[in-house]
Protein backbone atom coordinates (compact mmCIF):
# COMPACT_ATOMS: atom_id res chain seq x y z
CA UNK A 1 0.00 0.00 0.00
CA UNK A 2 1.45 3.61 -0.89
CA UNK A 3 -0.38 6.65 -0.08
CA UNK A 4 -1.37 7.20 -3.14
CA UNK A 5 -3.50 4.03 -2.40
CA UNK A 6 -5.16 6.32 0.57
CA UNK A 7 -4.91 10.08 -0.40
CA UNK A 8 -4.38 12.55 -3.30
CA UNK A 9 -1.71 15.07 -3.66
CA UNK A 10 -2.99 19.09 -3.37
CA UNK A 11 0.38 20.56 -3.56
CA UNK A 12 3.74 19.46 -4.09
CA UNK A 13 4.27 17.13 -0.79
CA UNK A 14 0.96 17.78 0.83
CA UNK A 15 -1.53 14.58 0.78
CA UNK A 16 -4.82 14.65 1.95
CA UNK A 17 -6.89 10.91 3.02
CA UNK A 18 -9.61 10.36 0.61
CA UNK A 19 -12.23 9.64 3.42
CA UNK A 20 -11.95 9.67 7.31
CA UNK A 21 -10.78 6.49 8.32
CA UNK A 22 -7.74 5.33 6.17
CA UNK A 23 -5.19 2.82 7.81
CA UNK A 24 -1.76 4.76 7.63
CA UNK A 25 1.34 2.15 8.53
CA UNK A 26 4.95 2.25 8.77
CA UNK A 27 5.57 1.76 4.95
CA UNK A 28 3.25 5.24 4.38
CA UNK A 29 5.17 6.89 6.73
CA UNK A 30 8.42 6.10 5.20
CA UNK A 31 7.62 6.87 1.84
CA UNK A 32 6.08 10.30 3.50
CA UNK A 33 9.69 10.34 4.84
CA UNK A 34 10.73 9.40 1.02
CA UNK A 35 9.06 11.98 -0.20
CA UNK A 36 10.26 14.74 2.20
CA UNK A 37 13.65 14.49 1.39
CA UNK A 38 13.15 14.47 -1.83
CA UNK A 39 10.89 17.79 -1.59
CA UNK A 40 12.35 20.74 -2.02
CA UNK A 41 11.36 22.12 1.43
CA UNK A 42 12.71 19.39 3.39
CA UNK A 43 8.82 18.44 4.26
CA UNK A 44 6.00 16.33 3.13
CA UNK A 45 2.51 16.24 4.91
CA UNK A 46 -0.51 13.28 5.25
CA UNK A 47 -3.28 15.22 6.43
CA UNK A 48 -5.88 12.13 8.07
CA UNK A 49 -8.87 14.88 7.30
CA UNK A 50 -9.82 15.00 3.80
CA UNK A 51 -11.01 18.52 3.86
CA UNK A 52 -9.21 21.84 4.92
CA UNK A 53 -12.65 22.76 5.78
CA UNK A 54 -12.45 19.52 8.62
CA UNK A 55 -12.85 20.94 11.88
CA UNK A 56 -10.19 18.52 13.48
CA UNK A 57 -7.23 18.40 11.63
CA UNK A 58 -5.15 15.42 12.00
CA UNK A 59 -1.34 15.08 10.05
CA UNK A 60 1.05 13.21 10.08
CA UNK A 61 4.74 15.62 9.13
CA UNK A 62 7.78 14.24 8.17
CA UNK A 63 10.87 16.62 8.17
CA UNK A 64 14.16 15.91 6.32
CA UNK A 65 17.54 17.52 7.22
CA UNK A 66 18.39 20.36 7.24
CA UNK A 67 15.28 21.62 8.21
CA UNK A 68 13.67 24.35 10.19
CA UNK A 69 10.52 26.43 10.31
CA UNK A 70 10.53 29.59 10.57
CA UNK A 71 9.23 31.44 13.39
CA UNK A 72 5.44 31.61 13.17
CA UNK A 73 2.52 31.18 15.20
CA UNK A 74 -1.17 30.22 15.20
CA UNK A 75 -3.29 32.92 16.04
CA UNK A 76 -6.81 31.05 15.69
CA UNK A 77 -5.93 27.36 16.47
CA UNK A 78 -4.06 25.37 19.47
CA UNK A 79 -1.94 22.47 18.08
CA UNK A 80 -0.77 19.42 19.80
CA UNK A 81 1.97 17.58 18.79
CA UNK A 82 3.39 14.30 19.38
CA UNK A 83 6.66 12.74 18.00
CA UNK A 84 7.01 9.36 16.17
CA UNK A 85 10.38 8.88 14.88
CA UNK A 86 13.78 10.85 15.04
CA UNK A 87 14.79 14.15 16.77
CA UNK A 88 14.02 17.75 16.62
CA UNK A 89 14.45 20.67 18.34
CA UNK A 90 11.19 22.33 19.35
CA UNK A 91 11.73 26.30 20.27
CA UNK A 92 9.54 29.45 21.41
CA UNK A 93 9.83 33.28 21.05
CA UNK A 94 8.91 36.76 21.69
CA UNK A 95 6.62 38.52 19.47
CA UNK A 96 9.78 40.20 18.42
CA UNK A 97 11.43 37.14 17.94
CA UNK A 98 13.73 36.53 21.04
CA UNK A 99 14.64 33.11 21.91
CA UNK A 100 12.43 32.06 25.17
CA UNK A 101 13.61 28.11 25.57
CA UNK A 102 13.47 24.66 23.58
CA UNK A 103 13.46 21.29 24.01
CA UNK A 104 14.13 18.11 22.81
CA UNK A 105 11.42 16.21 20.75
CA UNK A 106 12.24 12.23 20.85
CA UNK A 107 10.26 9.90 18.72
CA UNK A 108 9.30 6.88 20.25
CA UNK A 109 8.66 8.67 23.67
CA UNK A 110 5.41 8.33 24.07
CA UNK A 111 5.15 12.21 25.03
CA UNK A 112 2.98 14.73 23.76
CA UNK A 113 2.28 18.40 24.09
CA UNK A 114 0.27 21.41 23.11
CA UNK A 115 1.15 24.86 21.89
CA UNK A 116 -1.57 27.61 22.78
CA UNK A 117 -2.61 29.67 20.21
CA UNK A 118 -0.17 32.72 19.73
CA UNK A 119 3.14 31.31 20.68
CA UNK A 120 6.04 31.77 18.33
CA UNK A 121 7.93 28.49 17.88
CA UNK A 122 9.57 26.74 15.49
CA UNK A 123 10.45 22.93 14.91
CA UNK A 124 13.71 21.70 13.60
CA UNK A 125 15.80 18.80 12.49
CA UNK A 126 18.58 17.36 14.83
CA UNK A 127 18.88 13.99 13.29
CA UNK A 128 18.46 12.69 9.60
CA UNK A 129 14.28 13.17 9.62
CA UNK A 130 11.60 13.92 12.41
CA UNK A 131 8.12 12.58 12.03
CA UNK A 132 5.38 13.56 14.40
CA UNK A 133 1.52 13.89 14.62
CA UNK A 134 -0.23 17.36 14.84
CA UNK A 135 -3.56 18.02 15.83
CA UNK A 136 -5.39 20.96 15.88
CA UNK A 137 -8.84 22.39 14.87
CA UNK A 138 -9.95 23.61 11.52
CA UNK A 139 -11.03 24.56 9.49
CA UNK A 140 -7.87 25.70 7.88
CA UNK A 141 -6.99 28.96 6.38
CA UNK A 142 -4.16 31.57 5.01
CA UNK A 143 -4.16 33.26 8.34
CA UNK A 144 -4.12 29.77 10.10
CA UNK A 145 -0.18 30.47 10.47
CA UNK A 146 1.02 33.40 10.85
CA UNK A 147 5.04 34.32 9.91
CA UNK A 148 7.14 36.59 12.44
CA UNK A 149 8.98 37.98 9.20
CA UNK A 150 5.39 38.98 7.79
CA UNK A 151 6.38 36.82 3.91
CA UNK A 152 3.91 34.90 3.74
CA UNK A 153 5.32 31.27 1.66
Known sequence: ???????????????????????????????LIEKAQ?????KARLCLHPDVDDSIQVTYL???????????CHPTRVEVISPISGRAQYSTYTSTGNFVGSKILLGGSSHA??????????IEVLGEFFLMIEIG???????STVYLDNKDY
Not at 2 to 29: C, R
Not at 113 to 122: D, E, L, R, S
Not at 137 to 143: A, Q
Request: hydrophobic residues 35%; positive net charge; glycine residues 6%.
Open 1 to 31: MSIQDIAYETLPGVFHAKMWGVEVNSSILNE
Open 38 to 42: KNINH
Open 62 to 72: AFYSPYKDRIH
Open 137 to 143: NGPFSKL
Open 113 to 122: FGTPKNIWHT
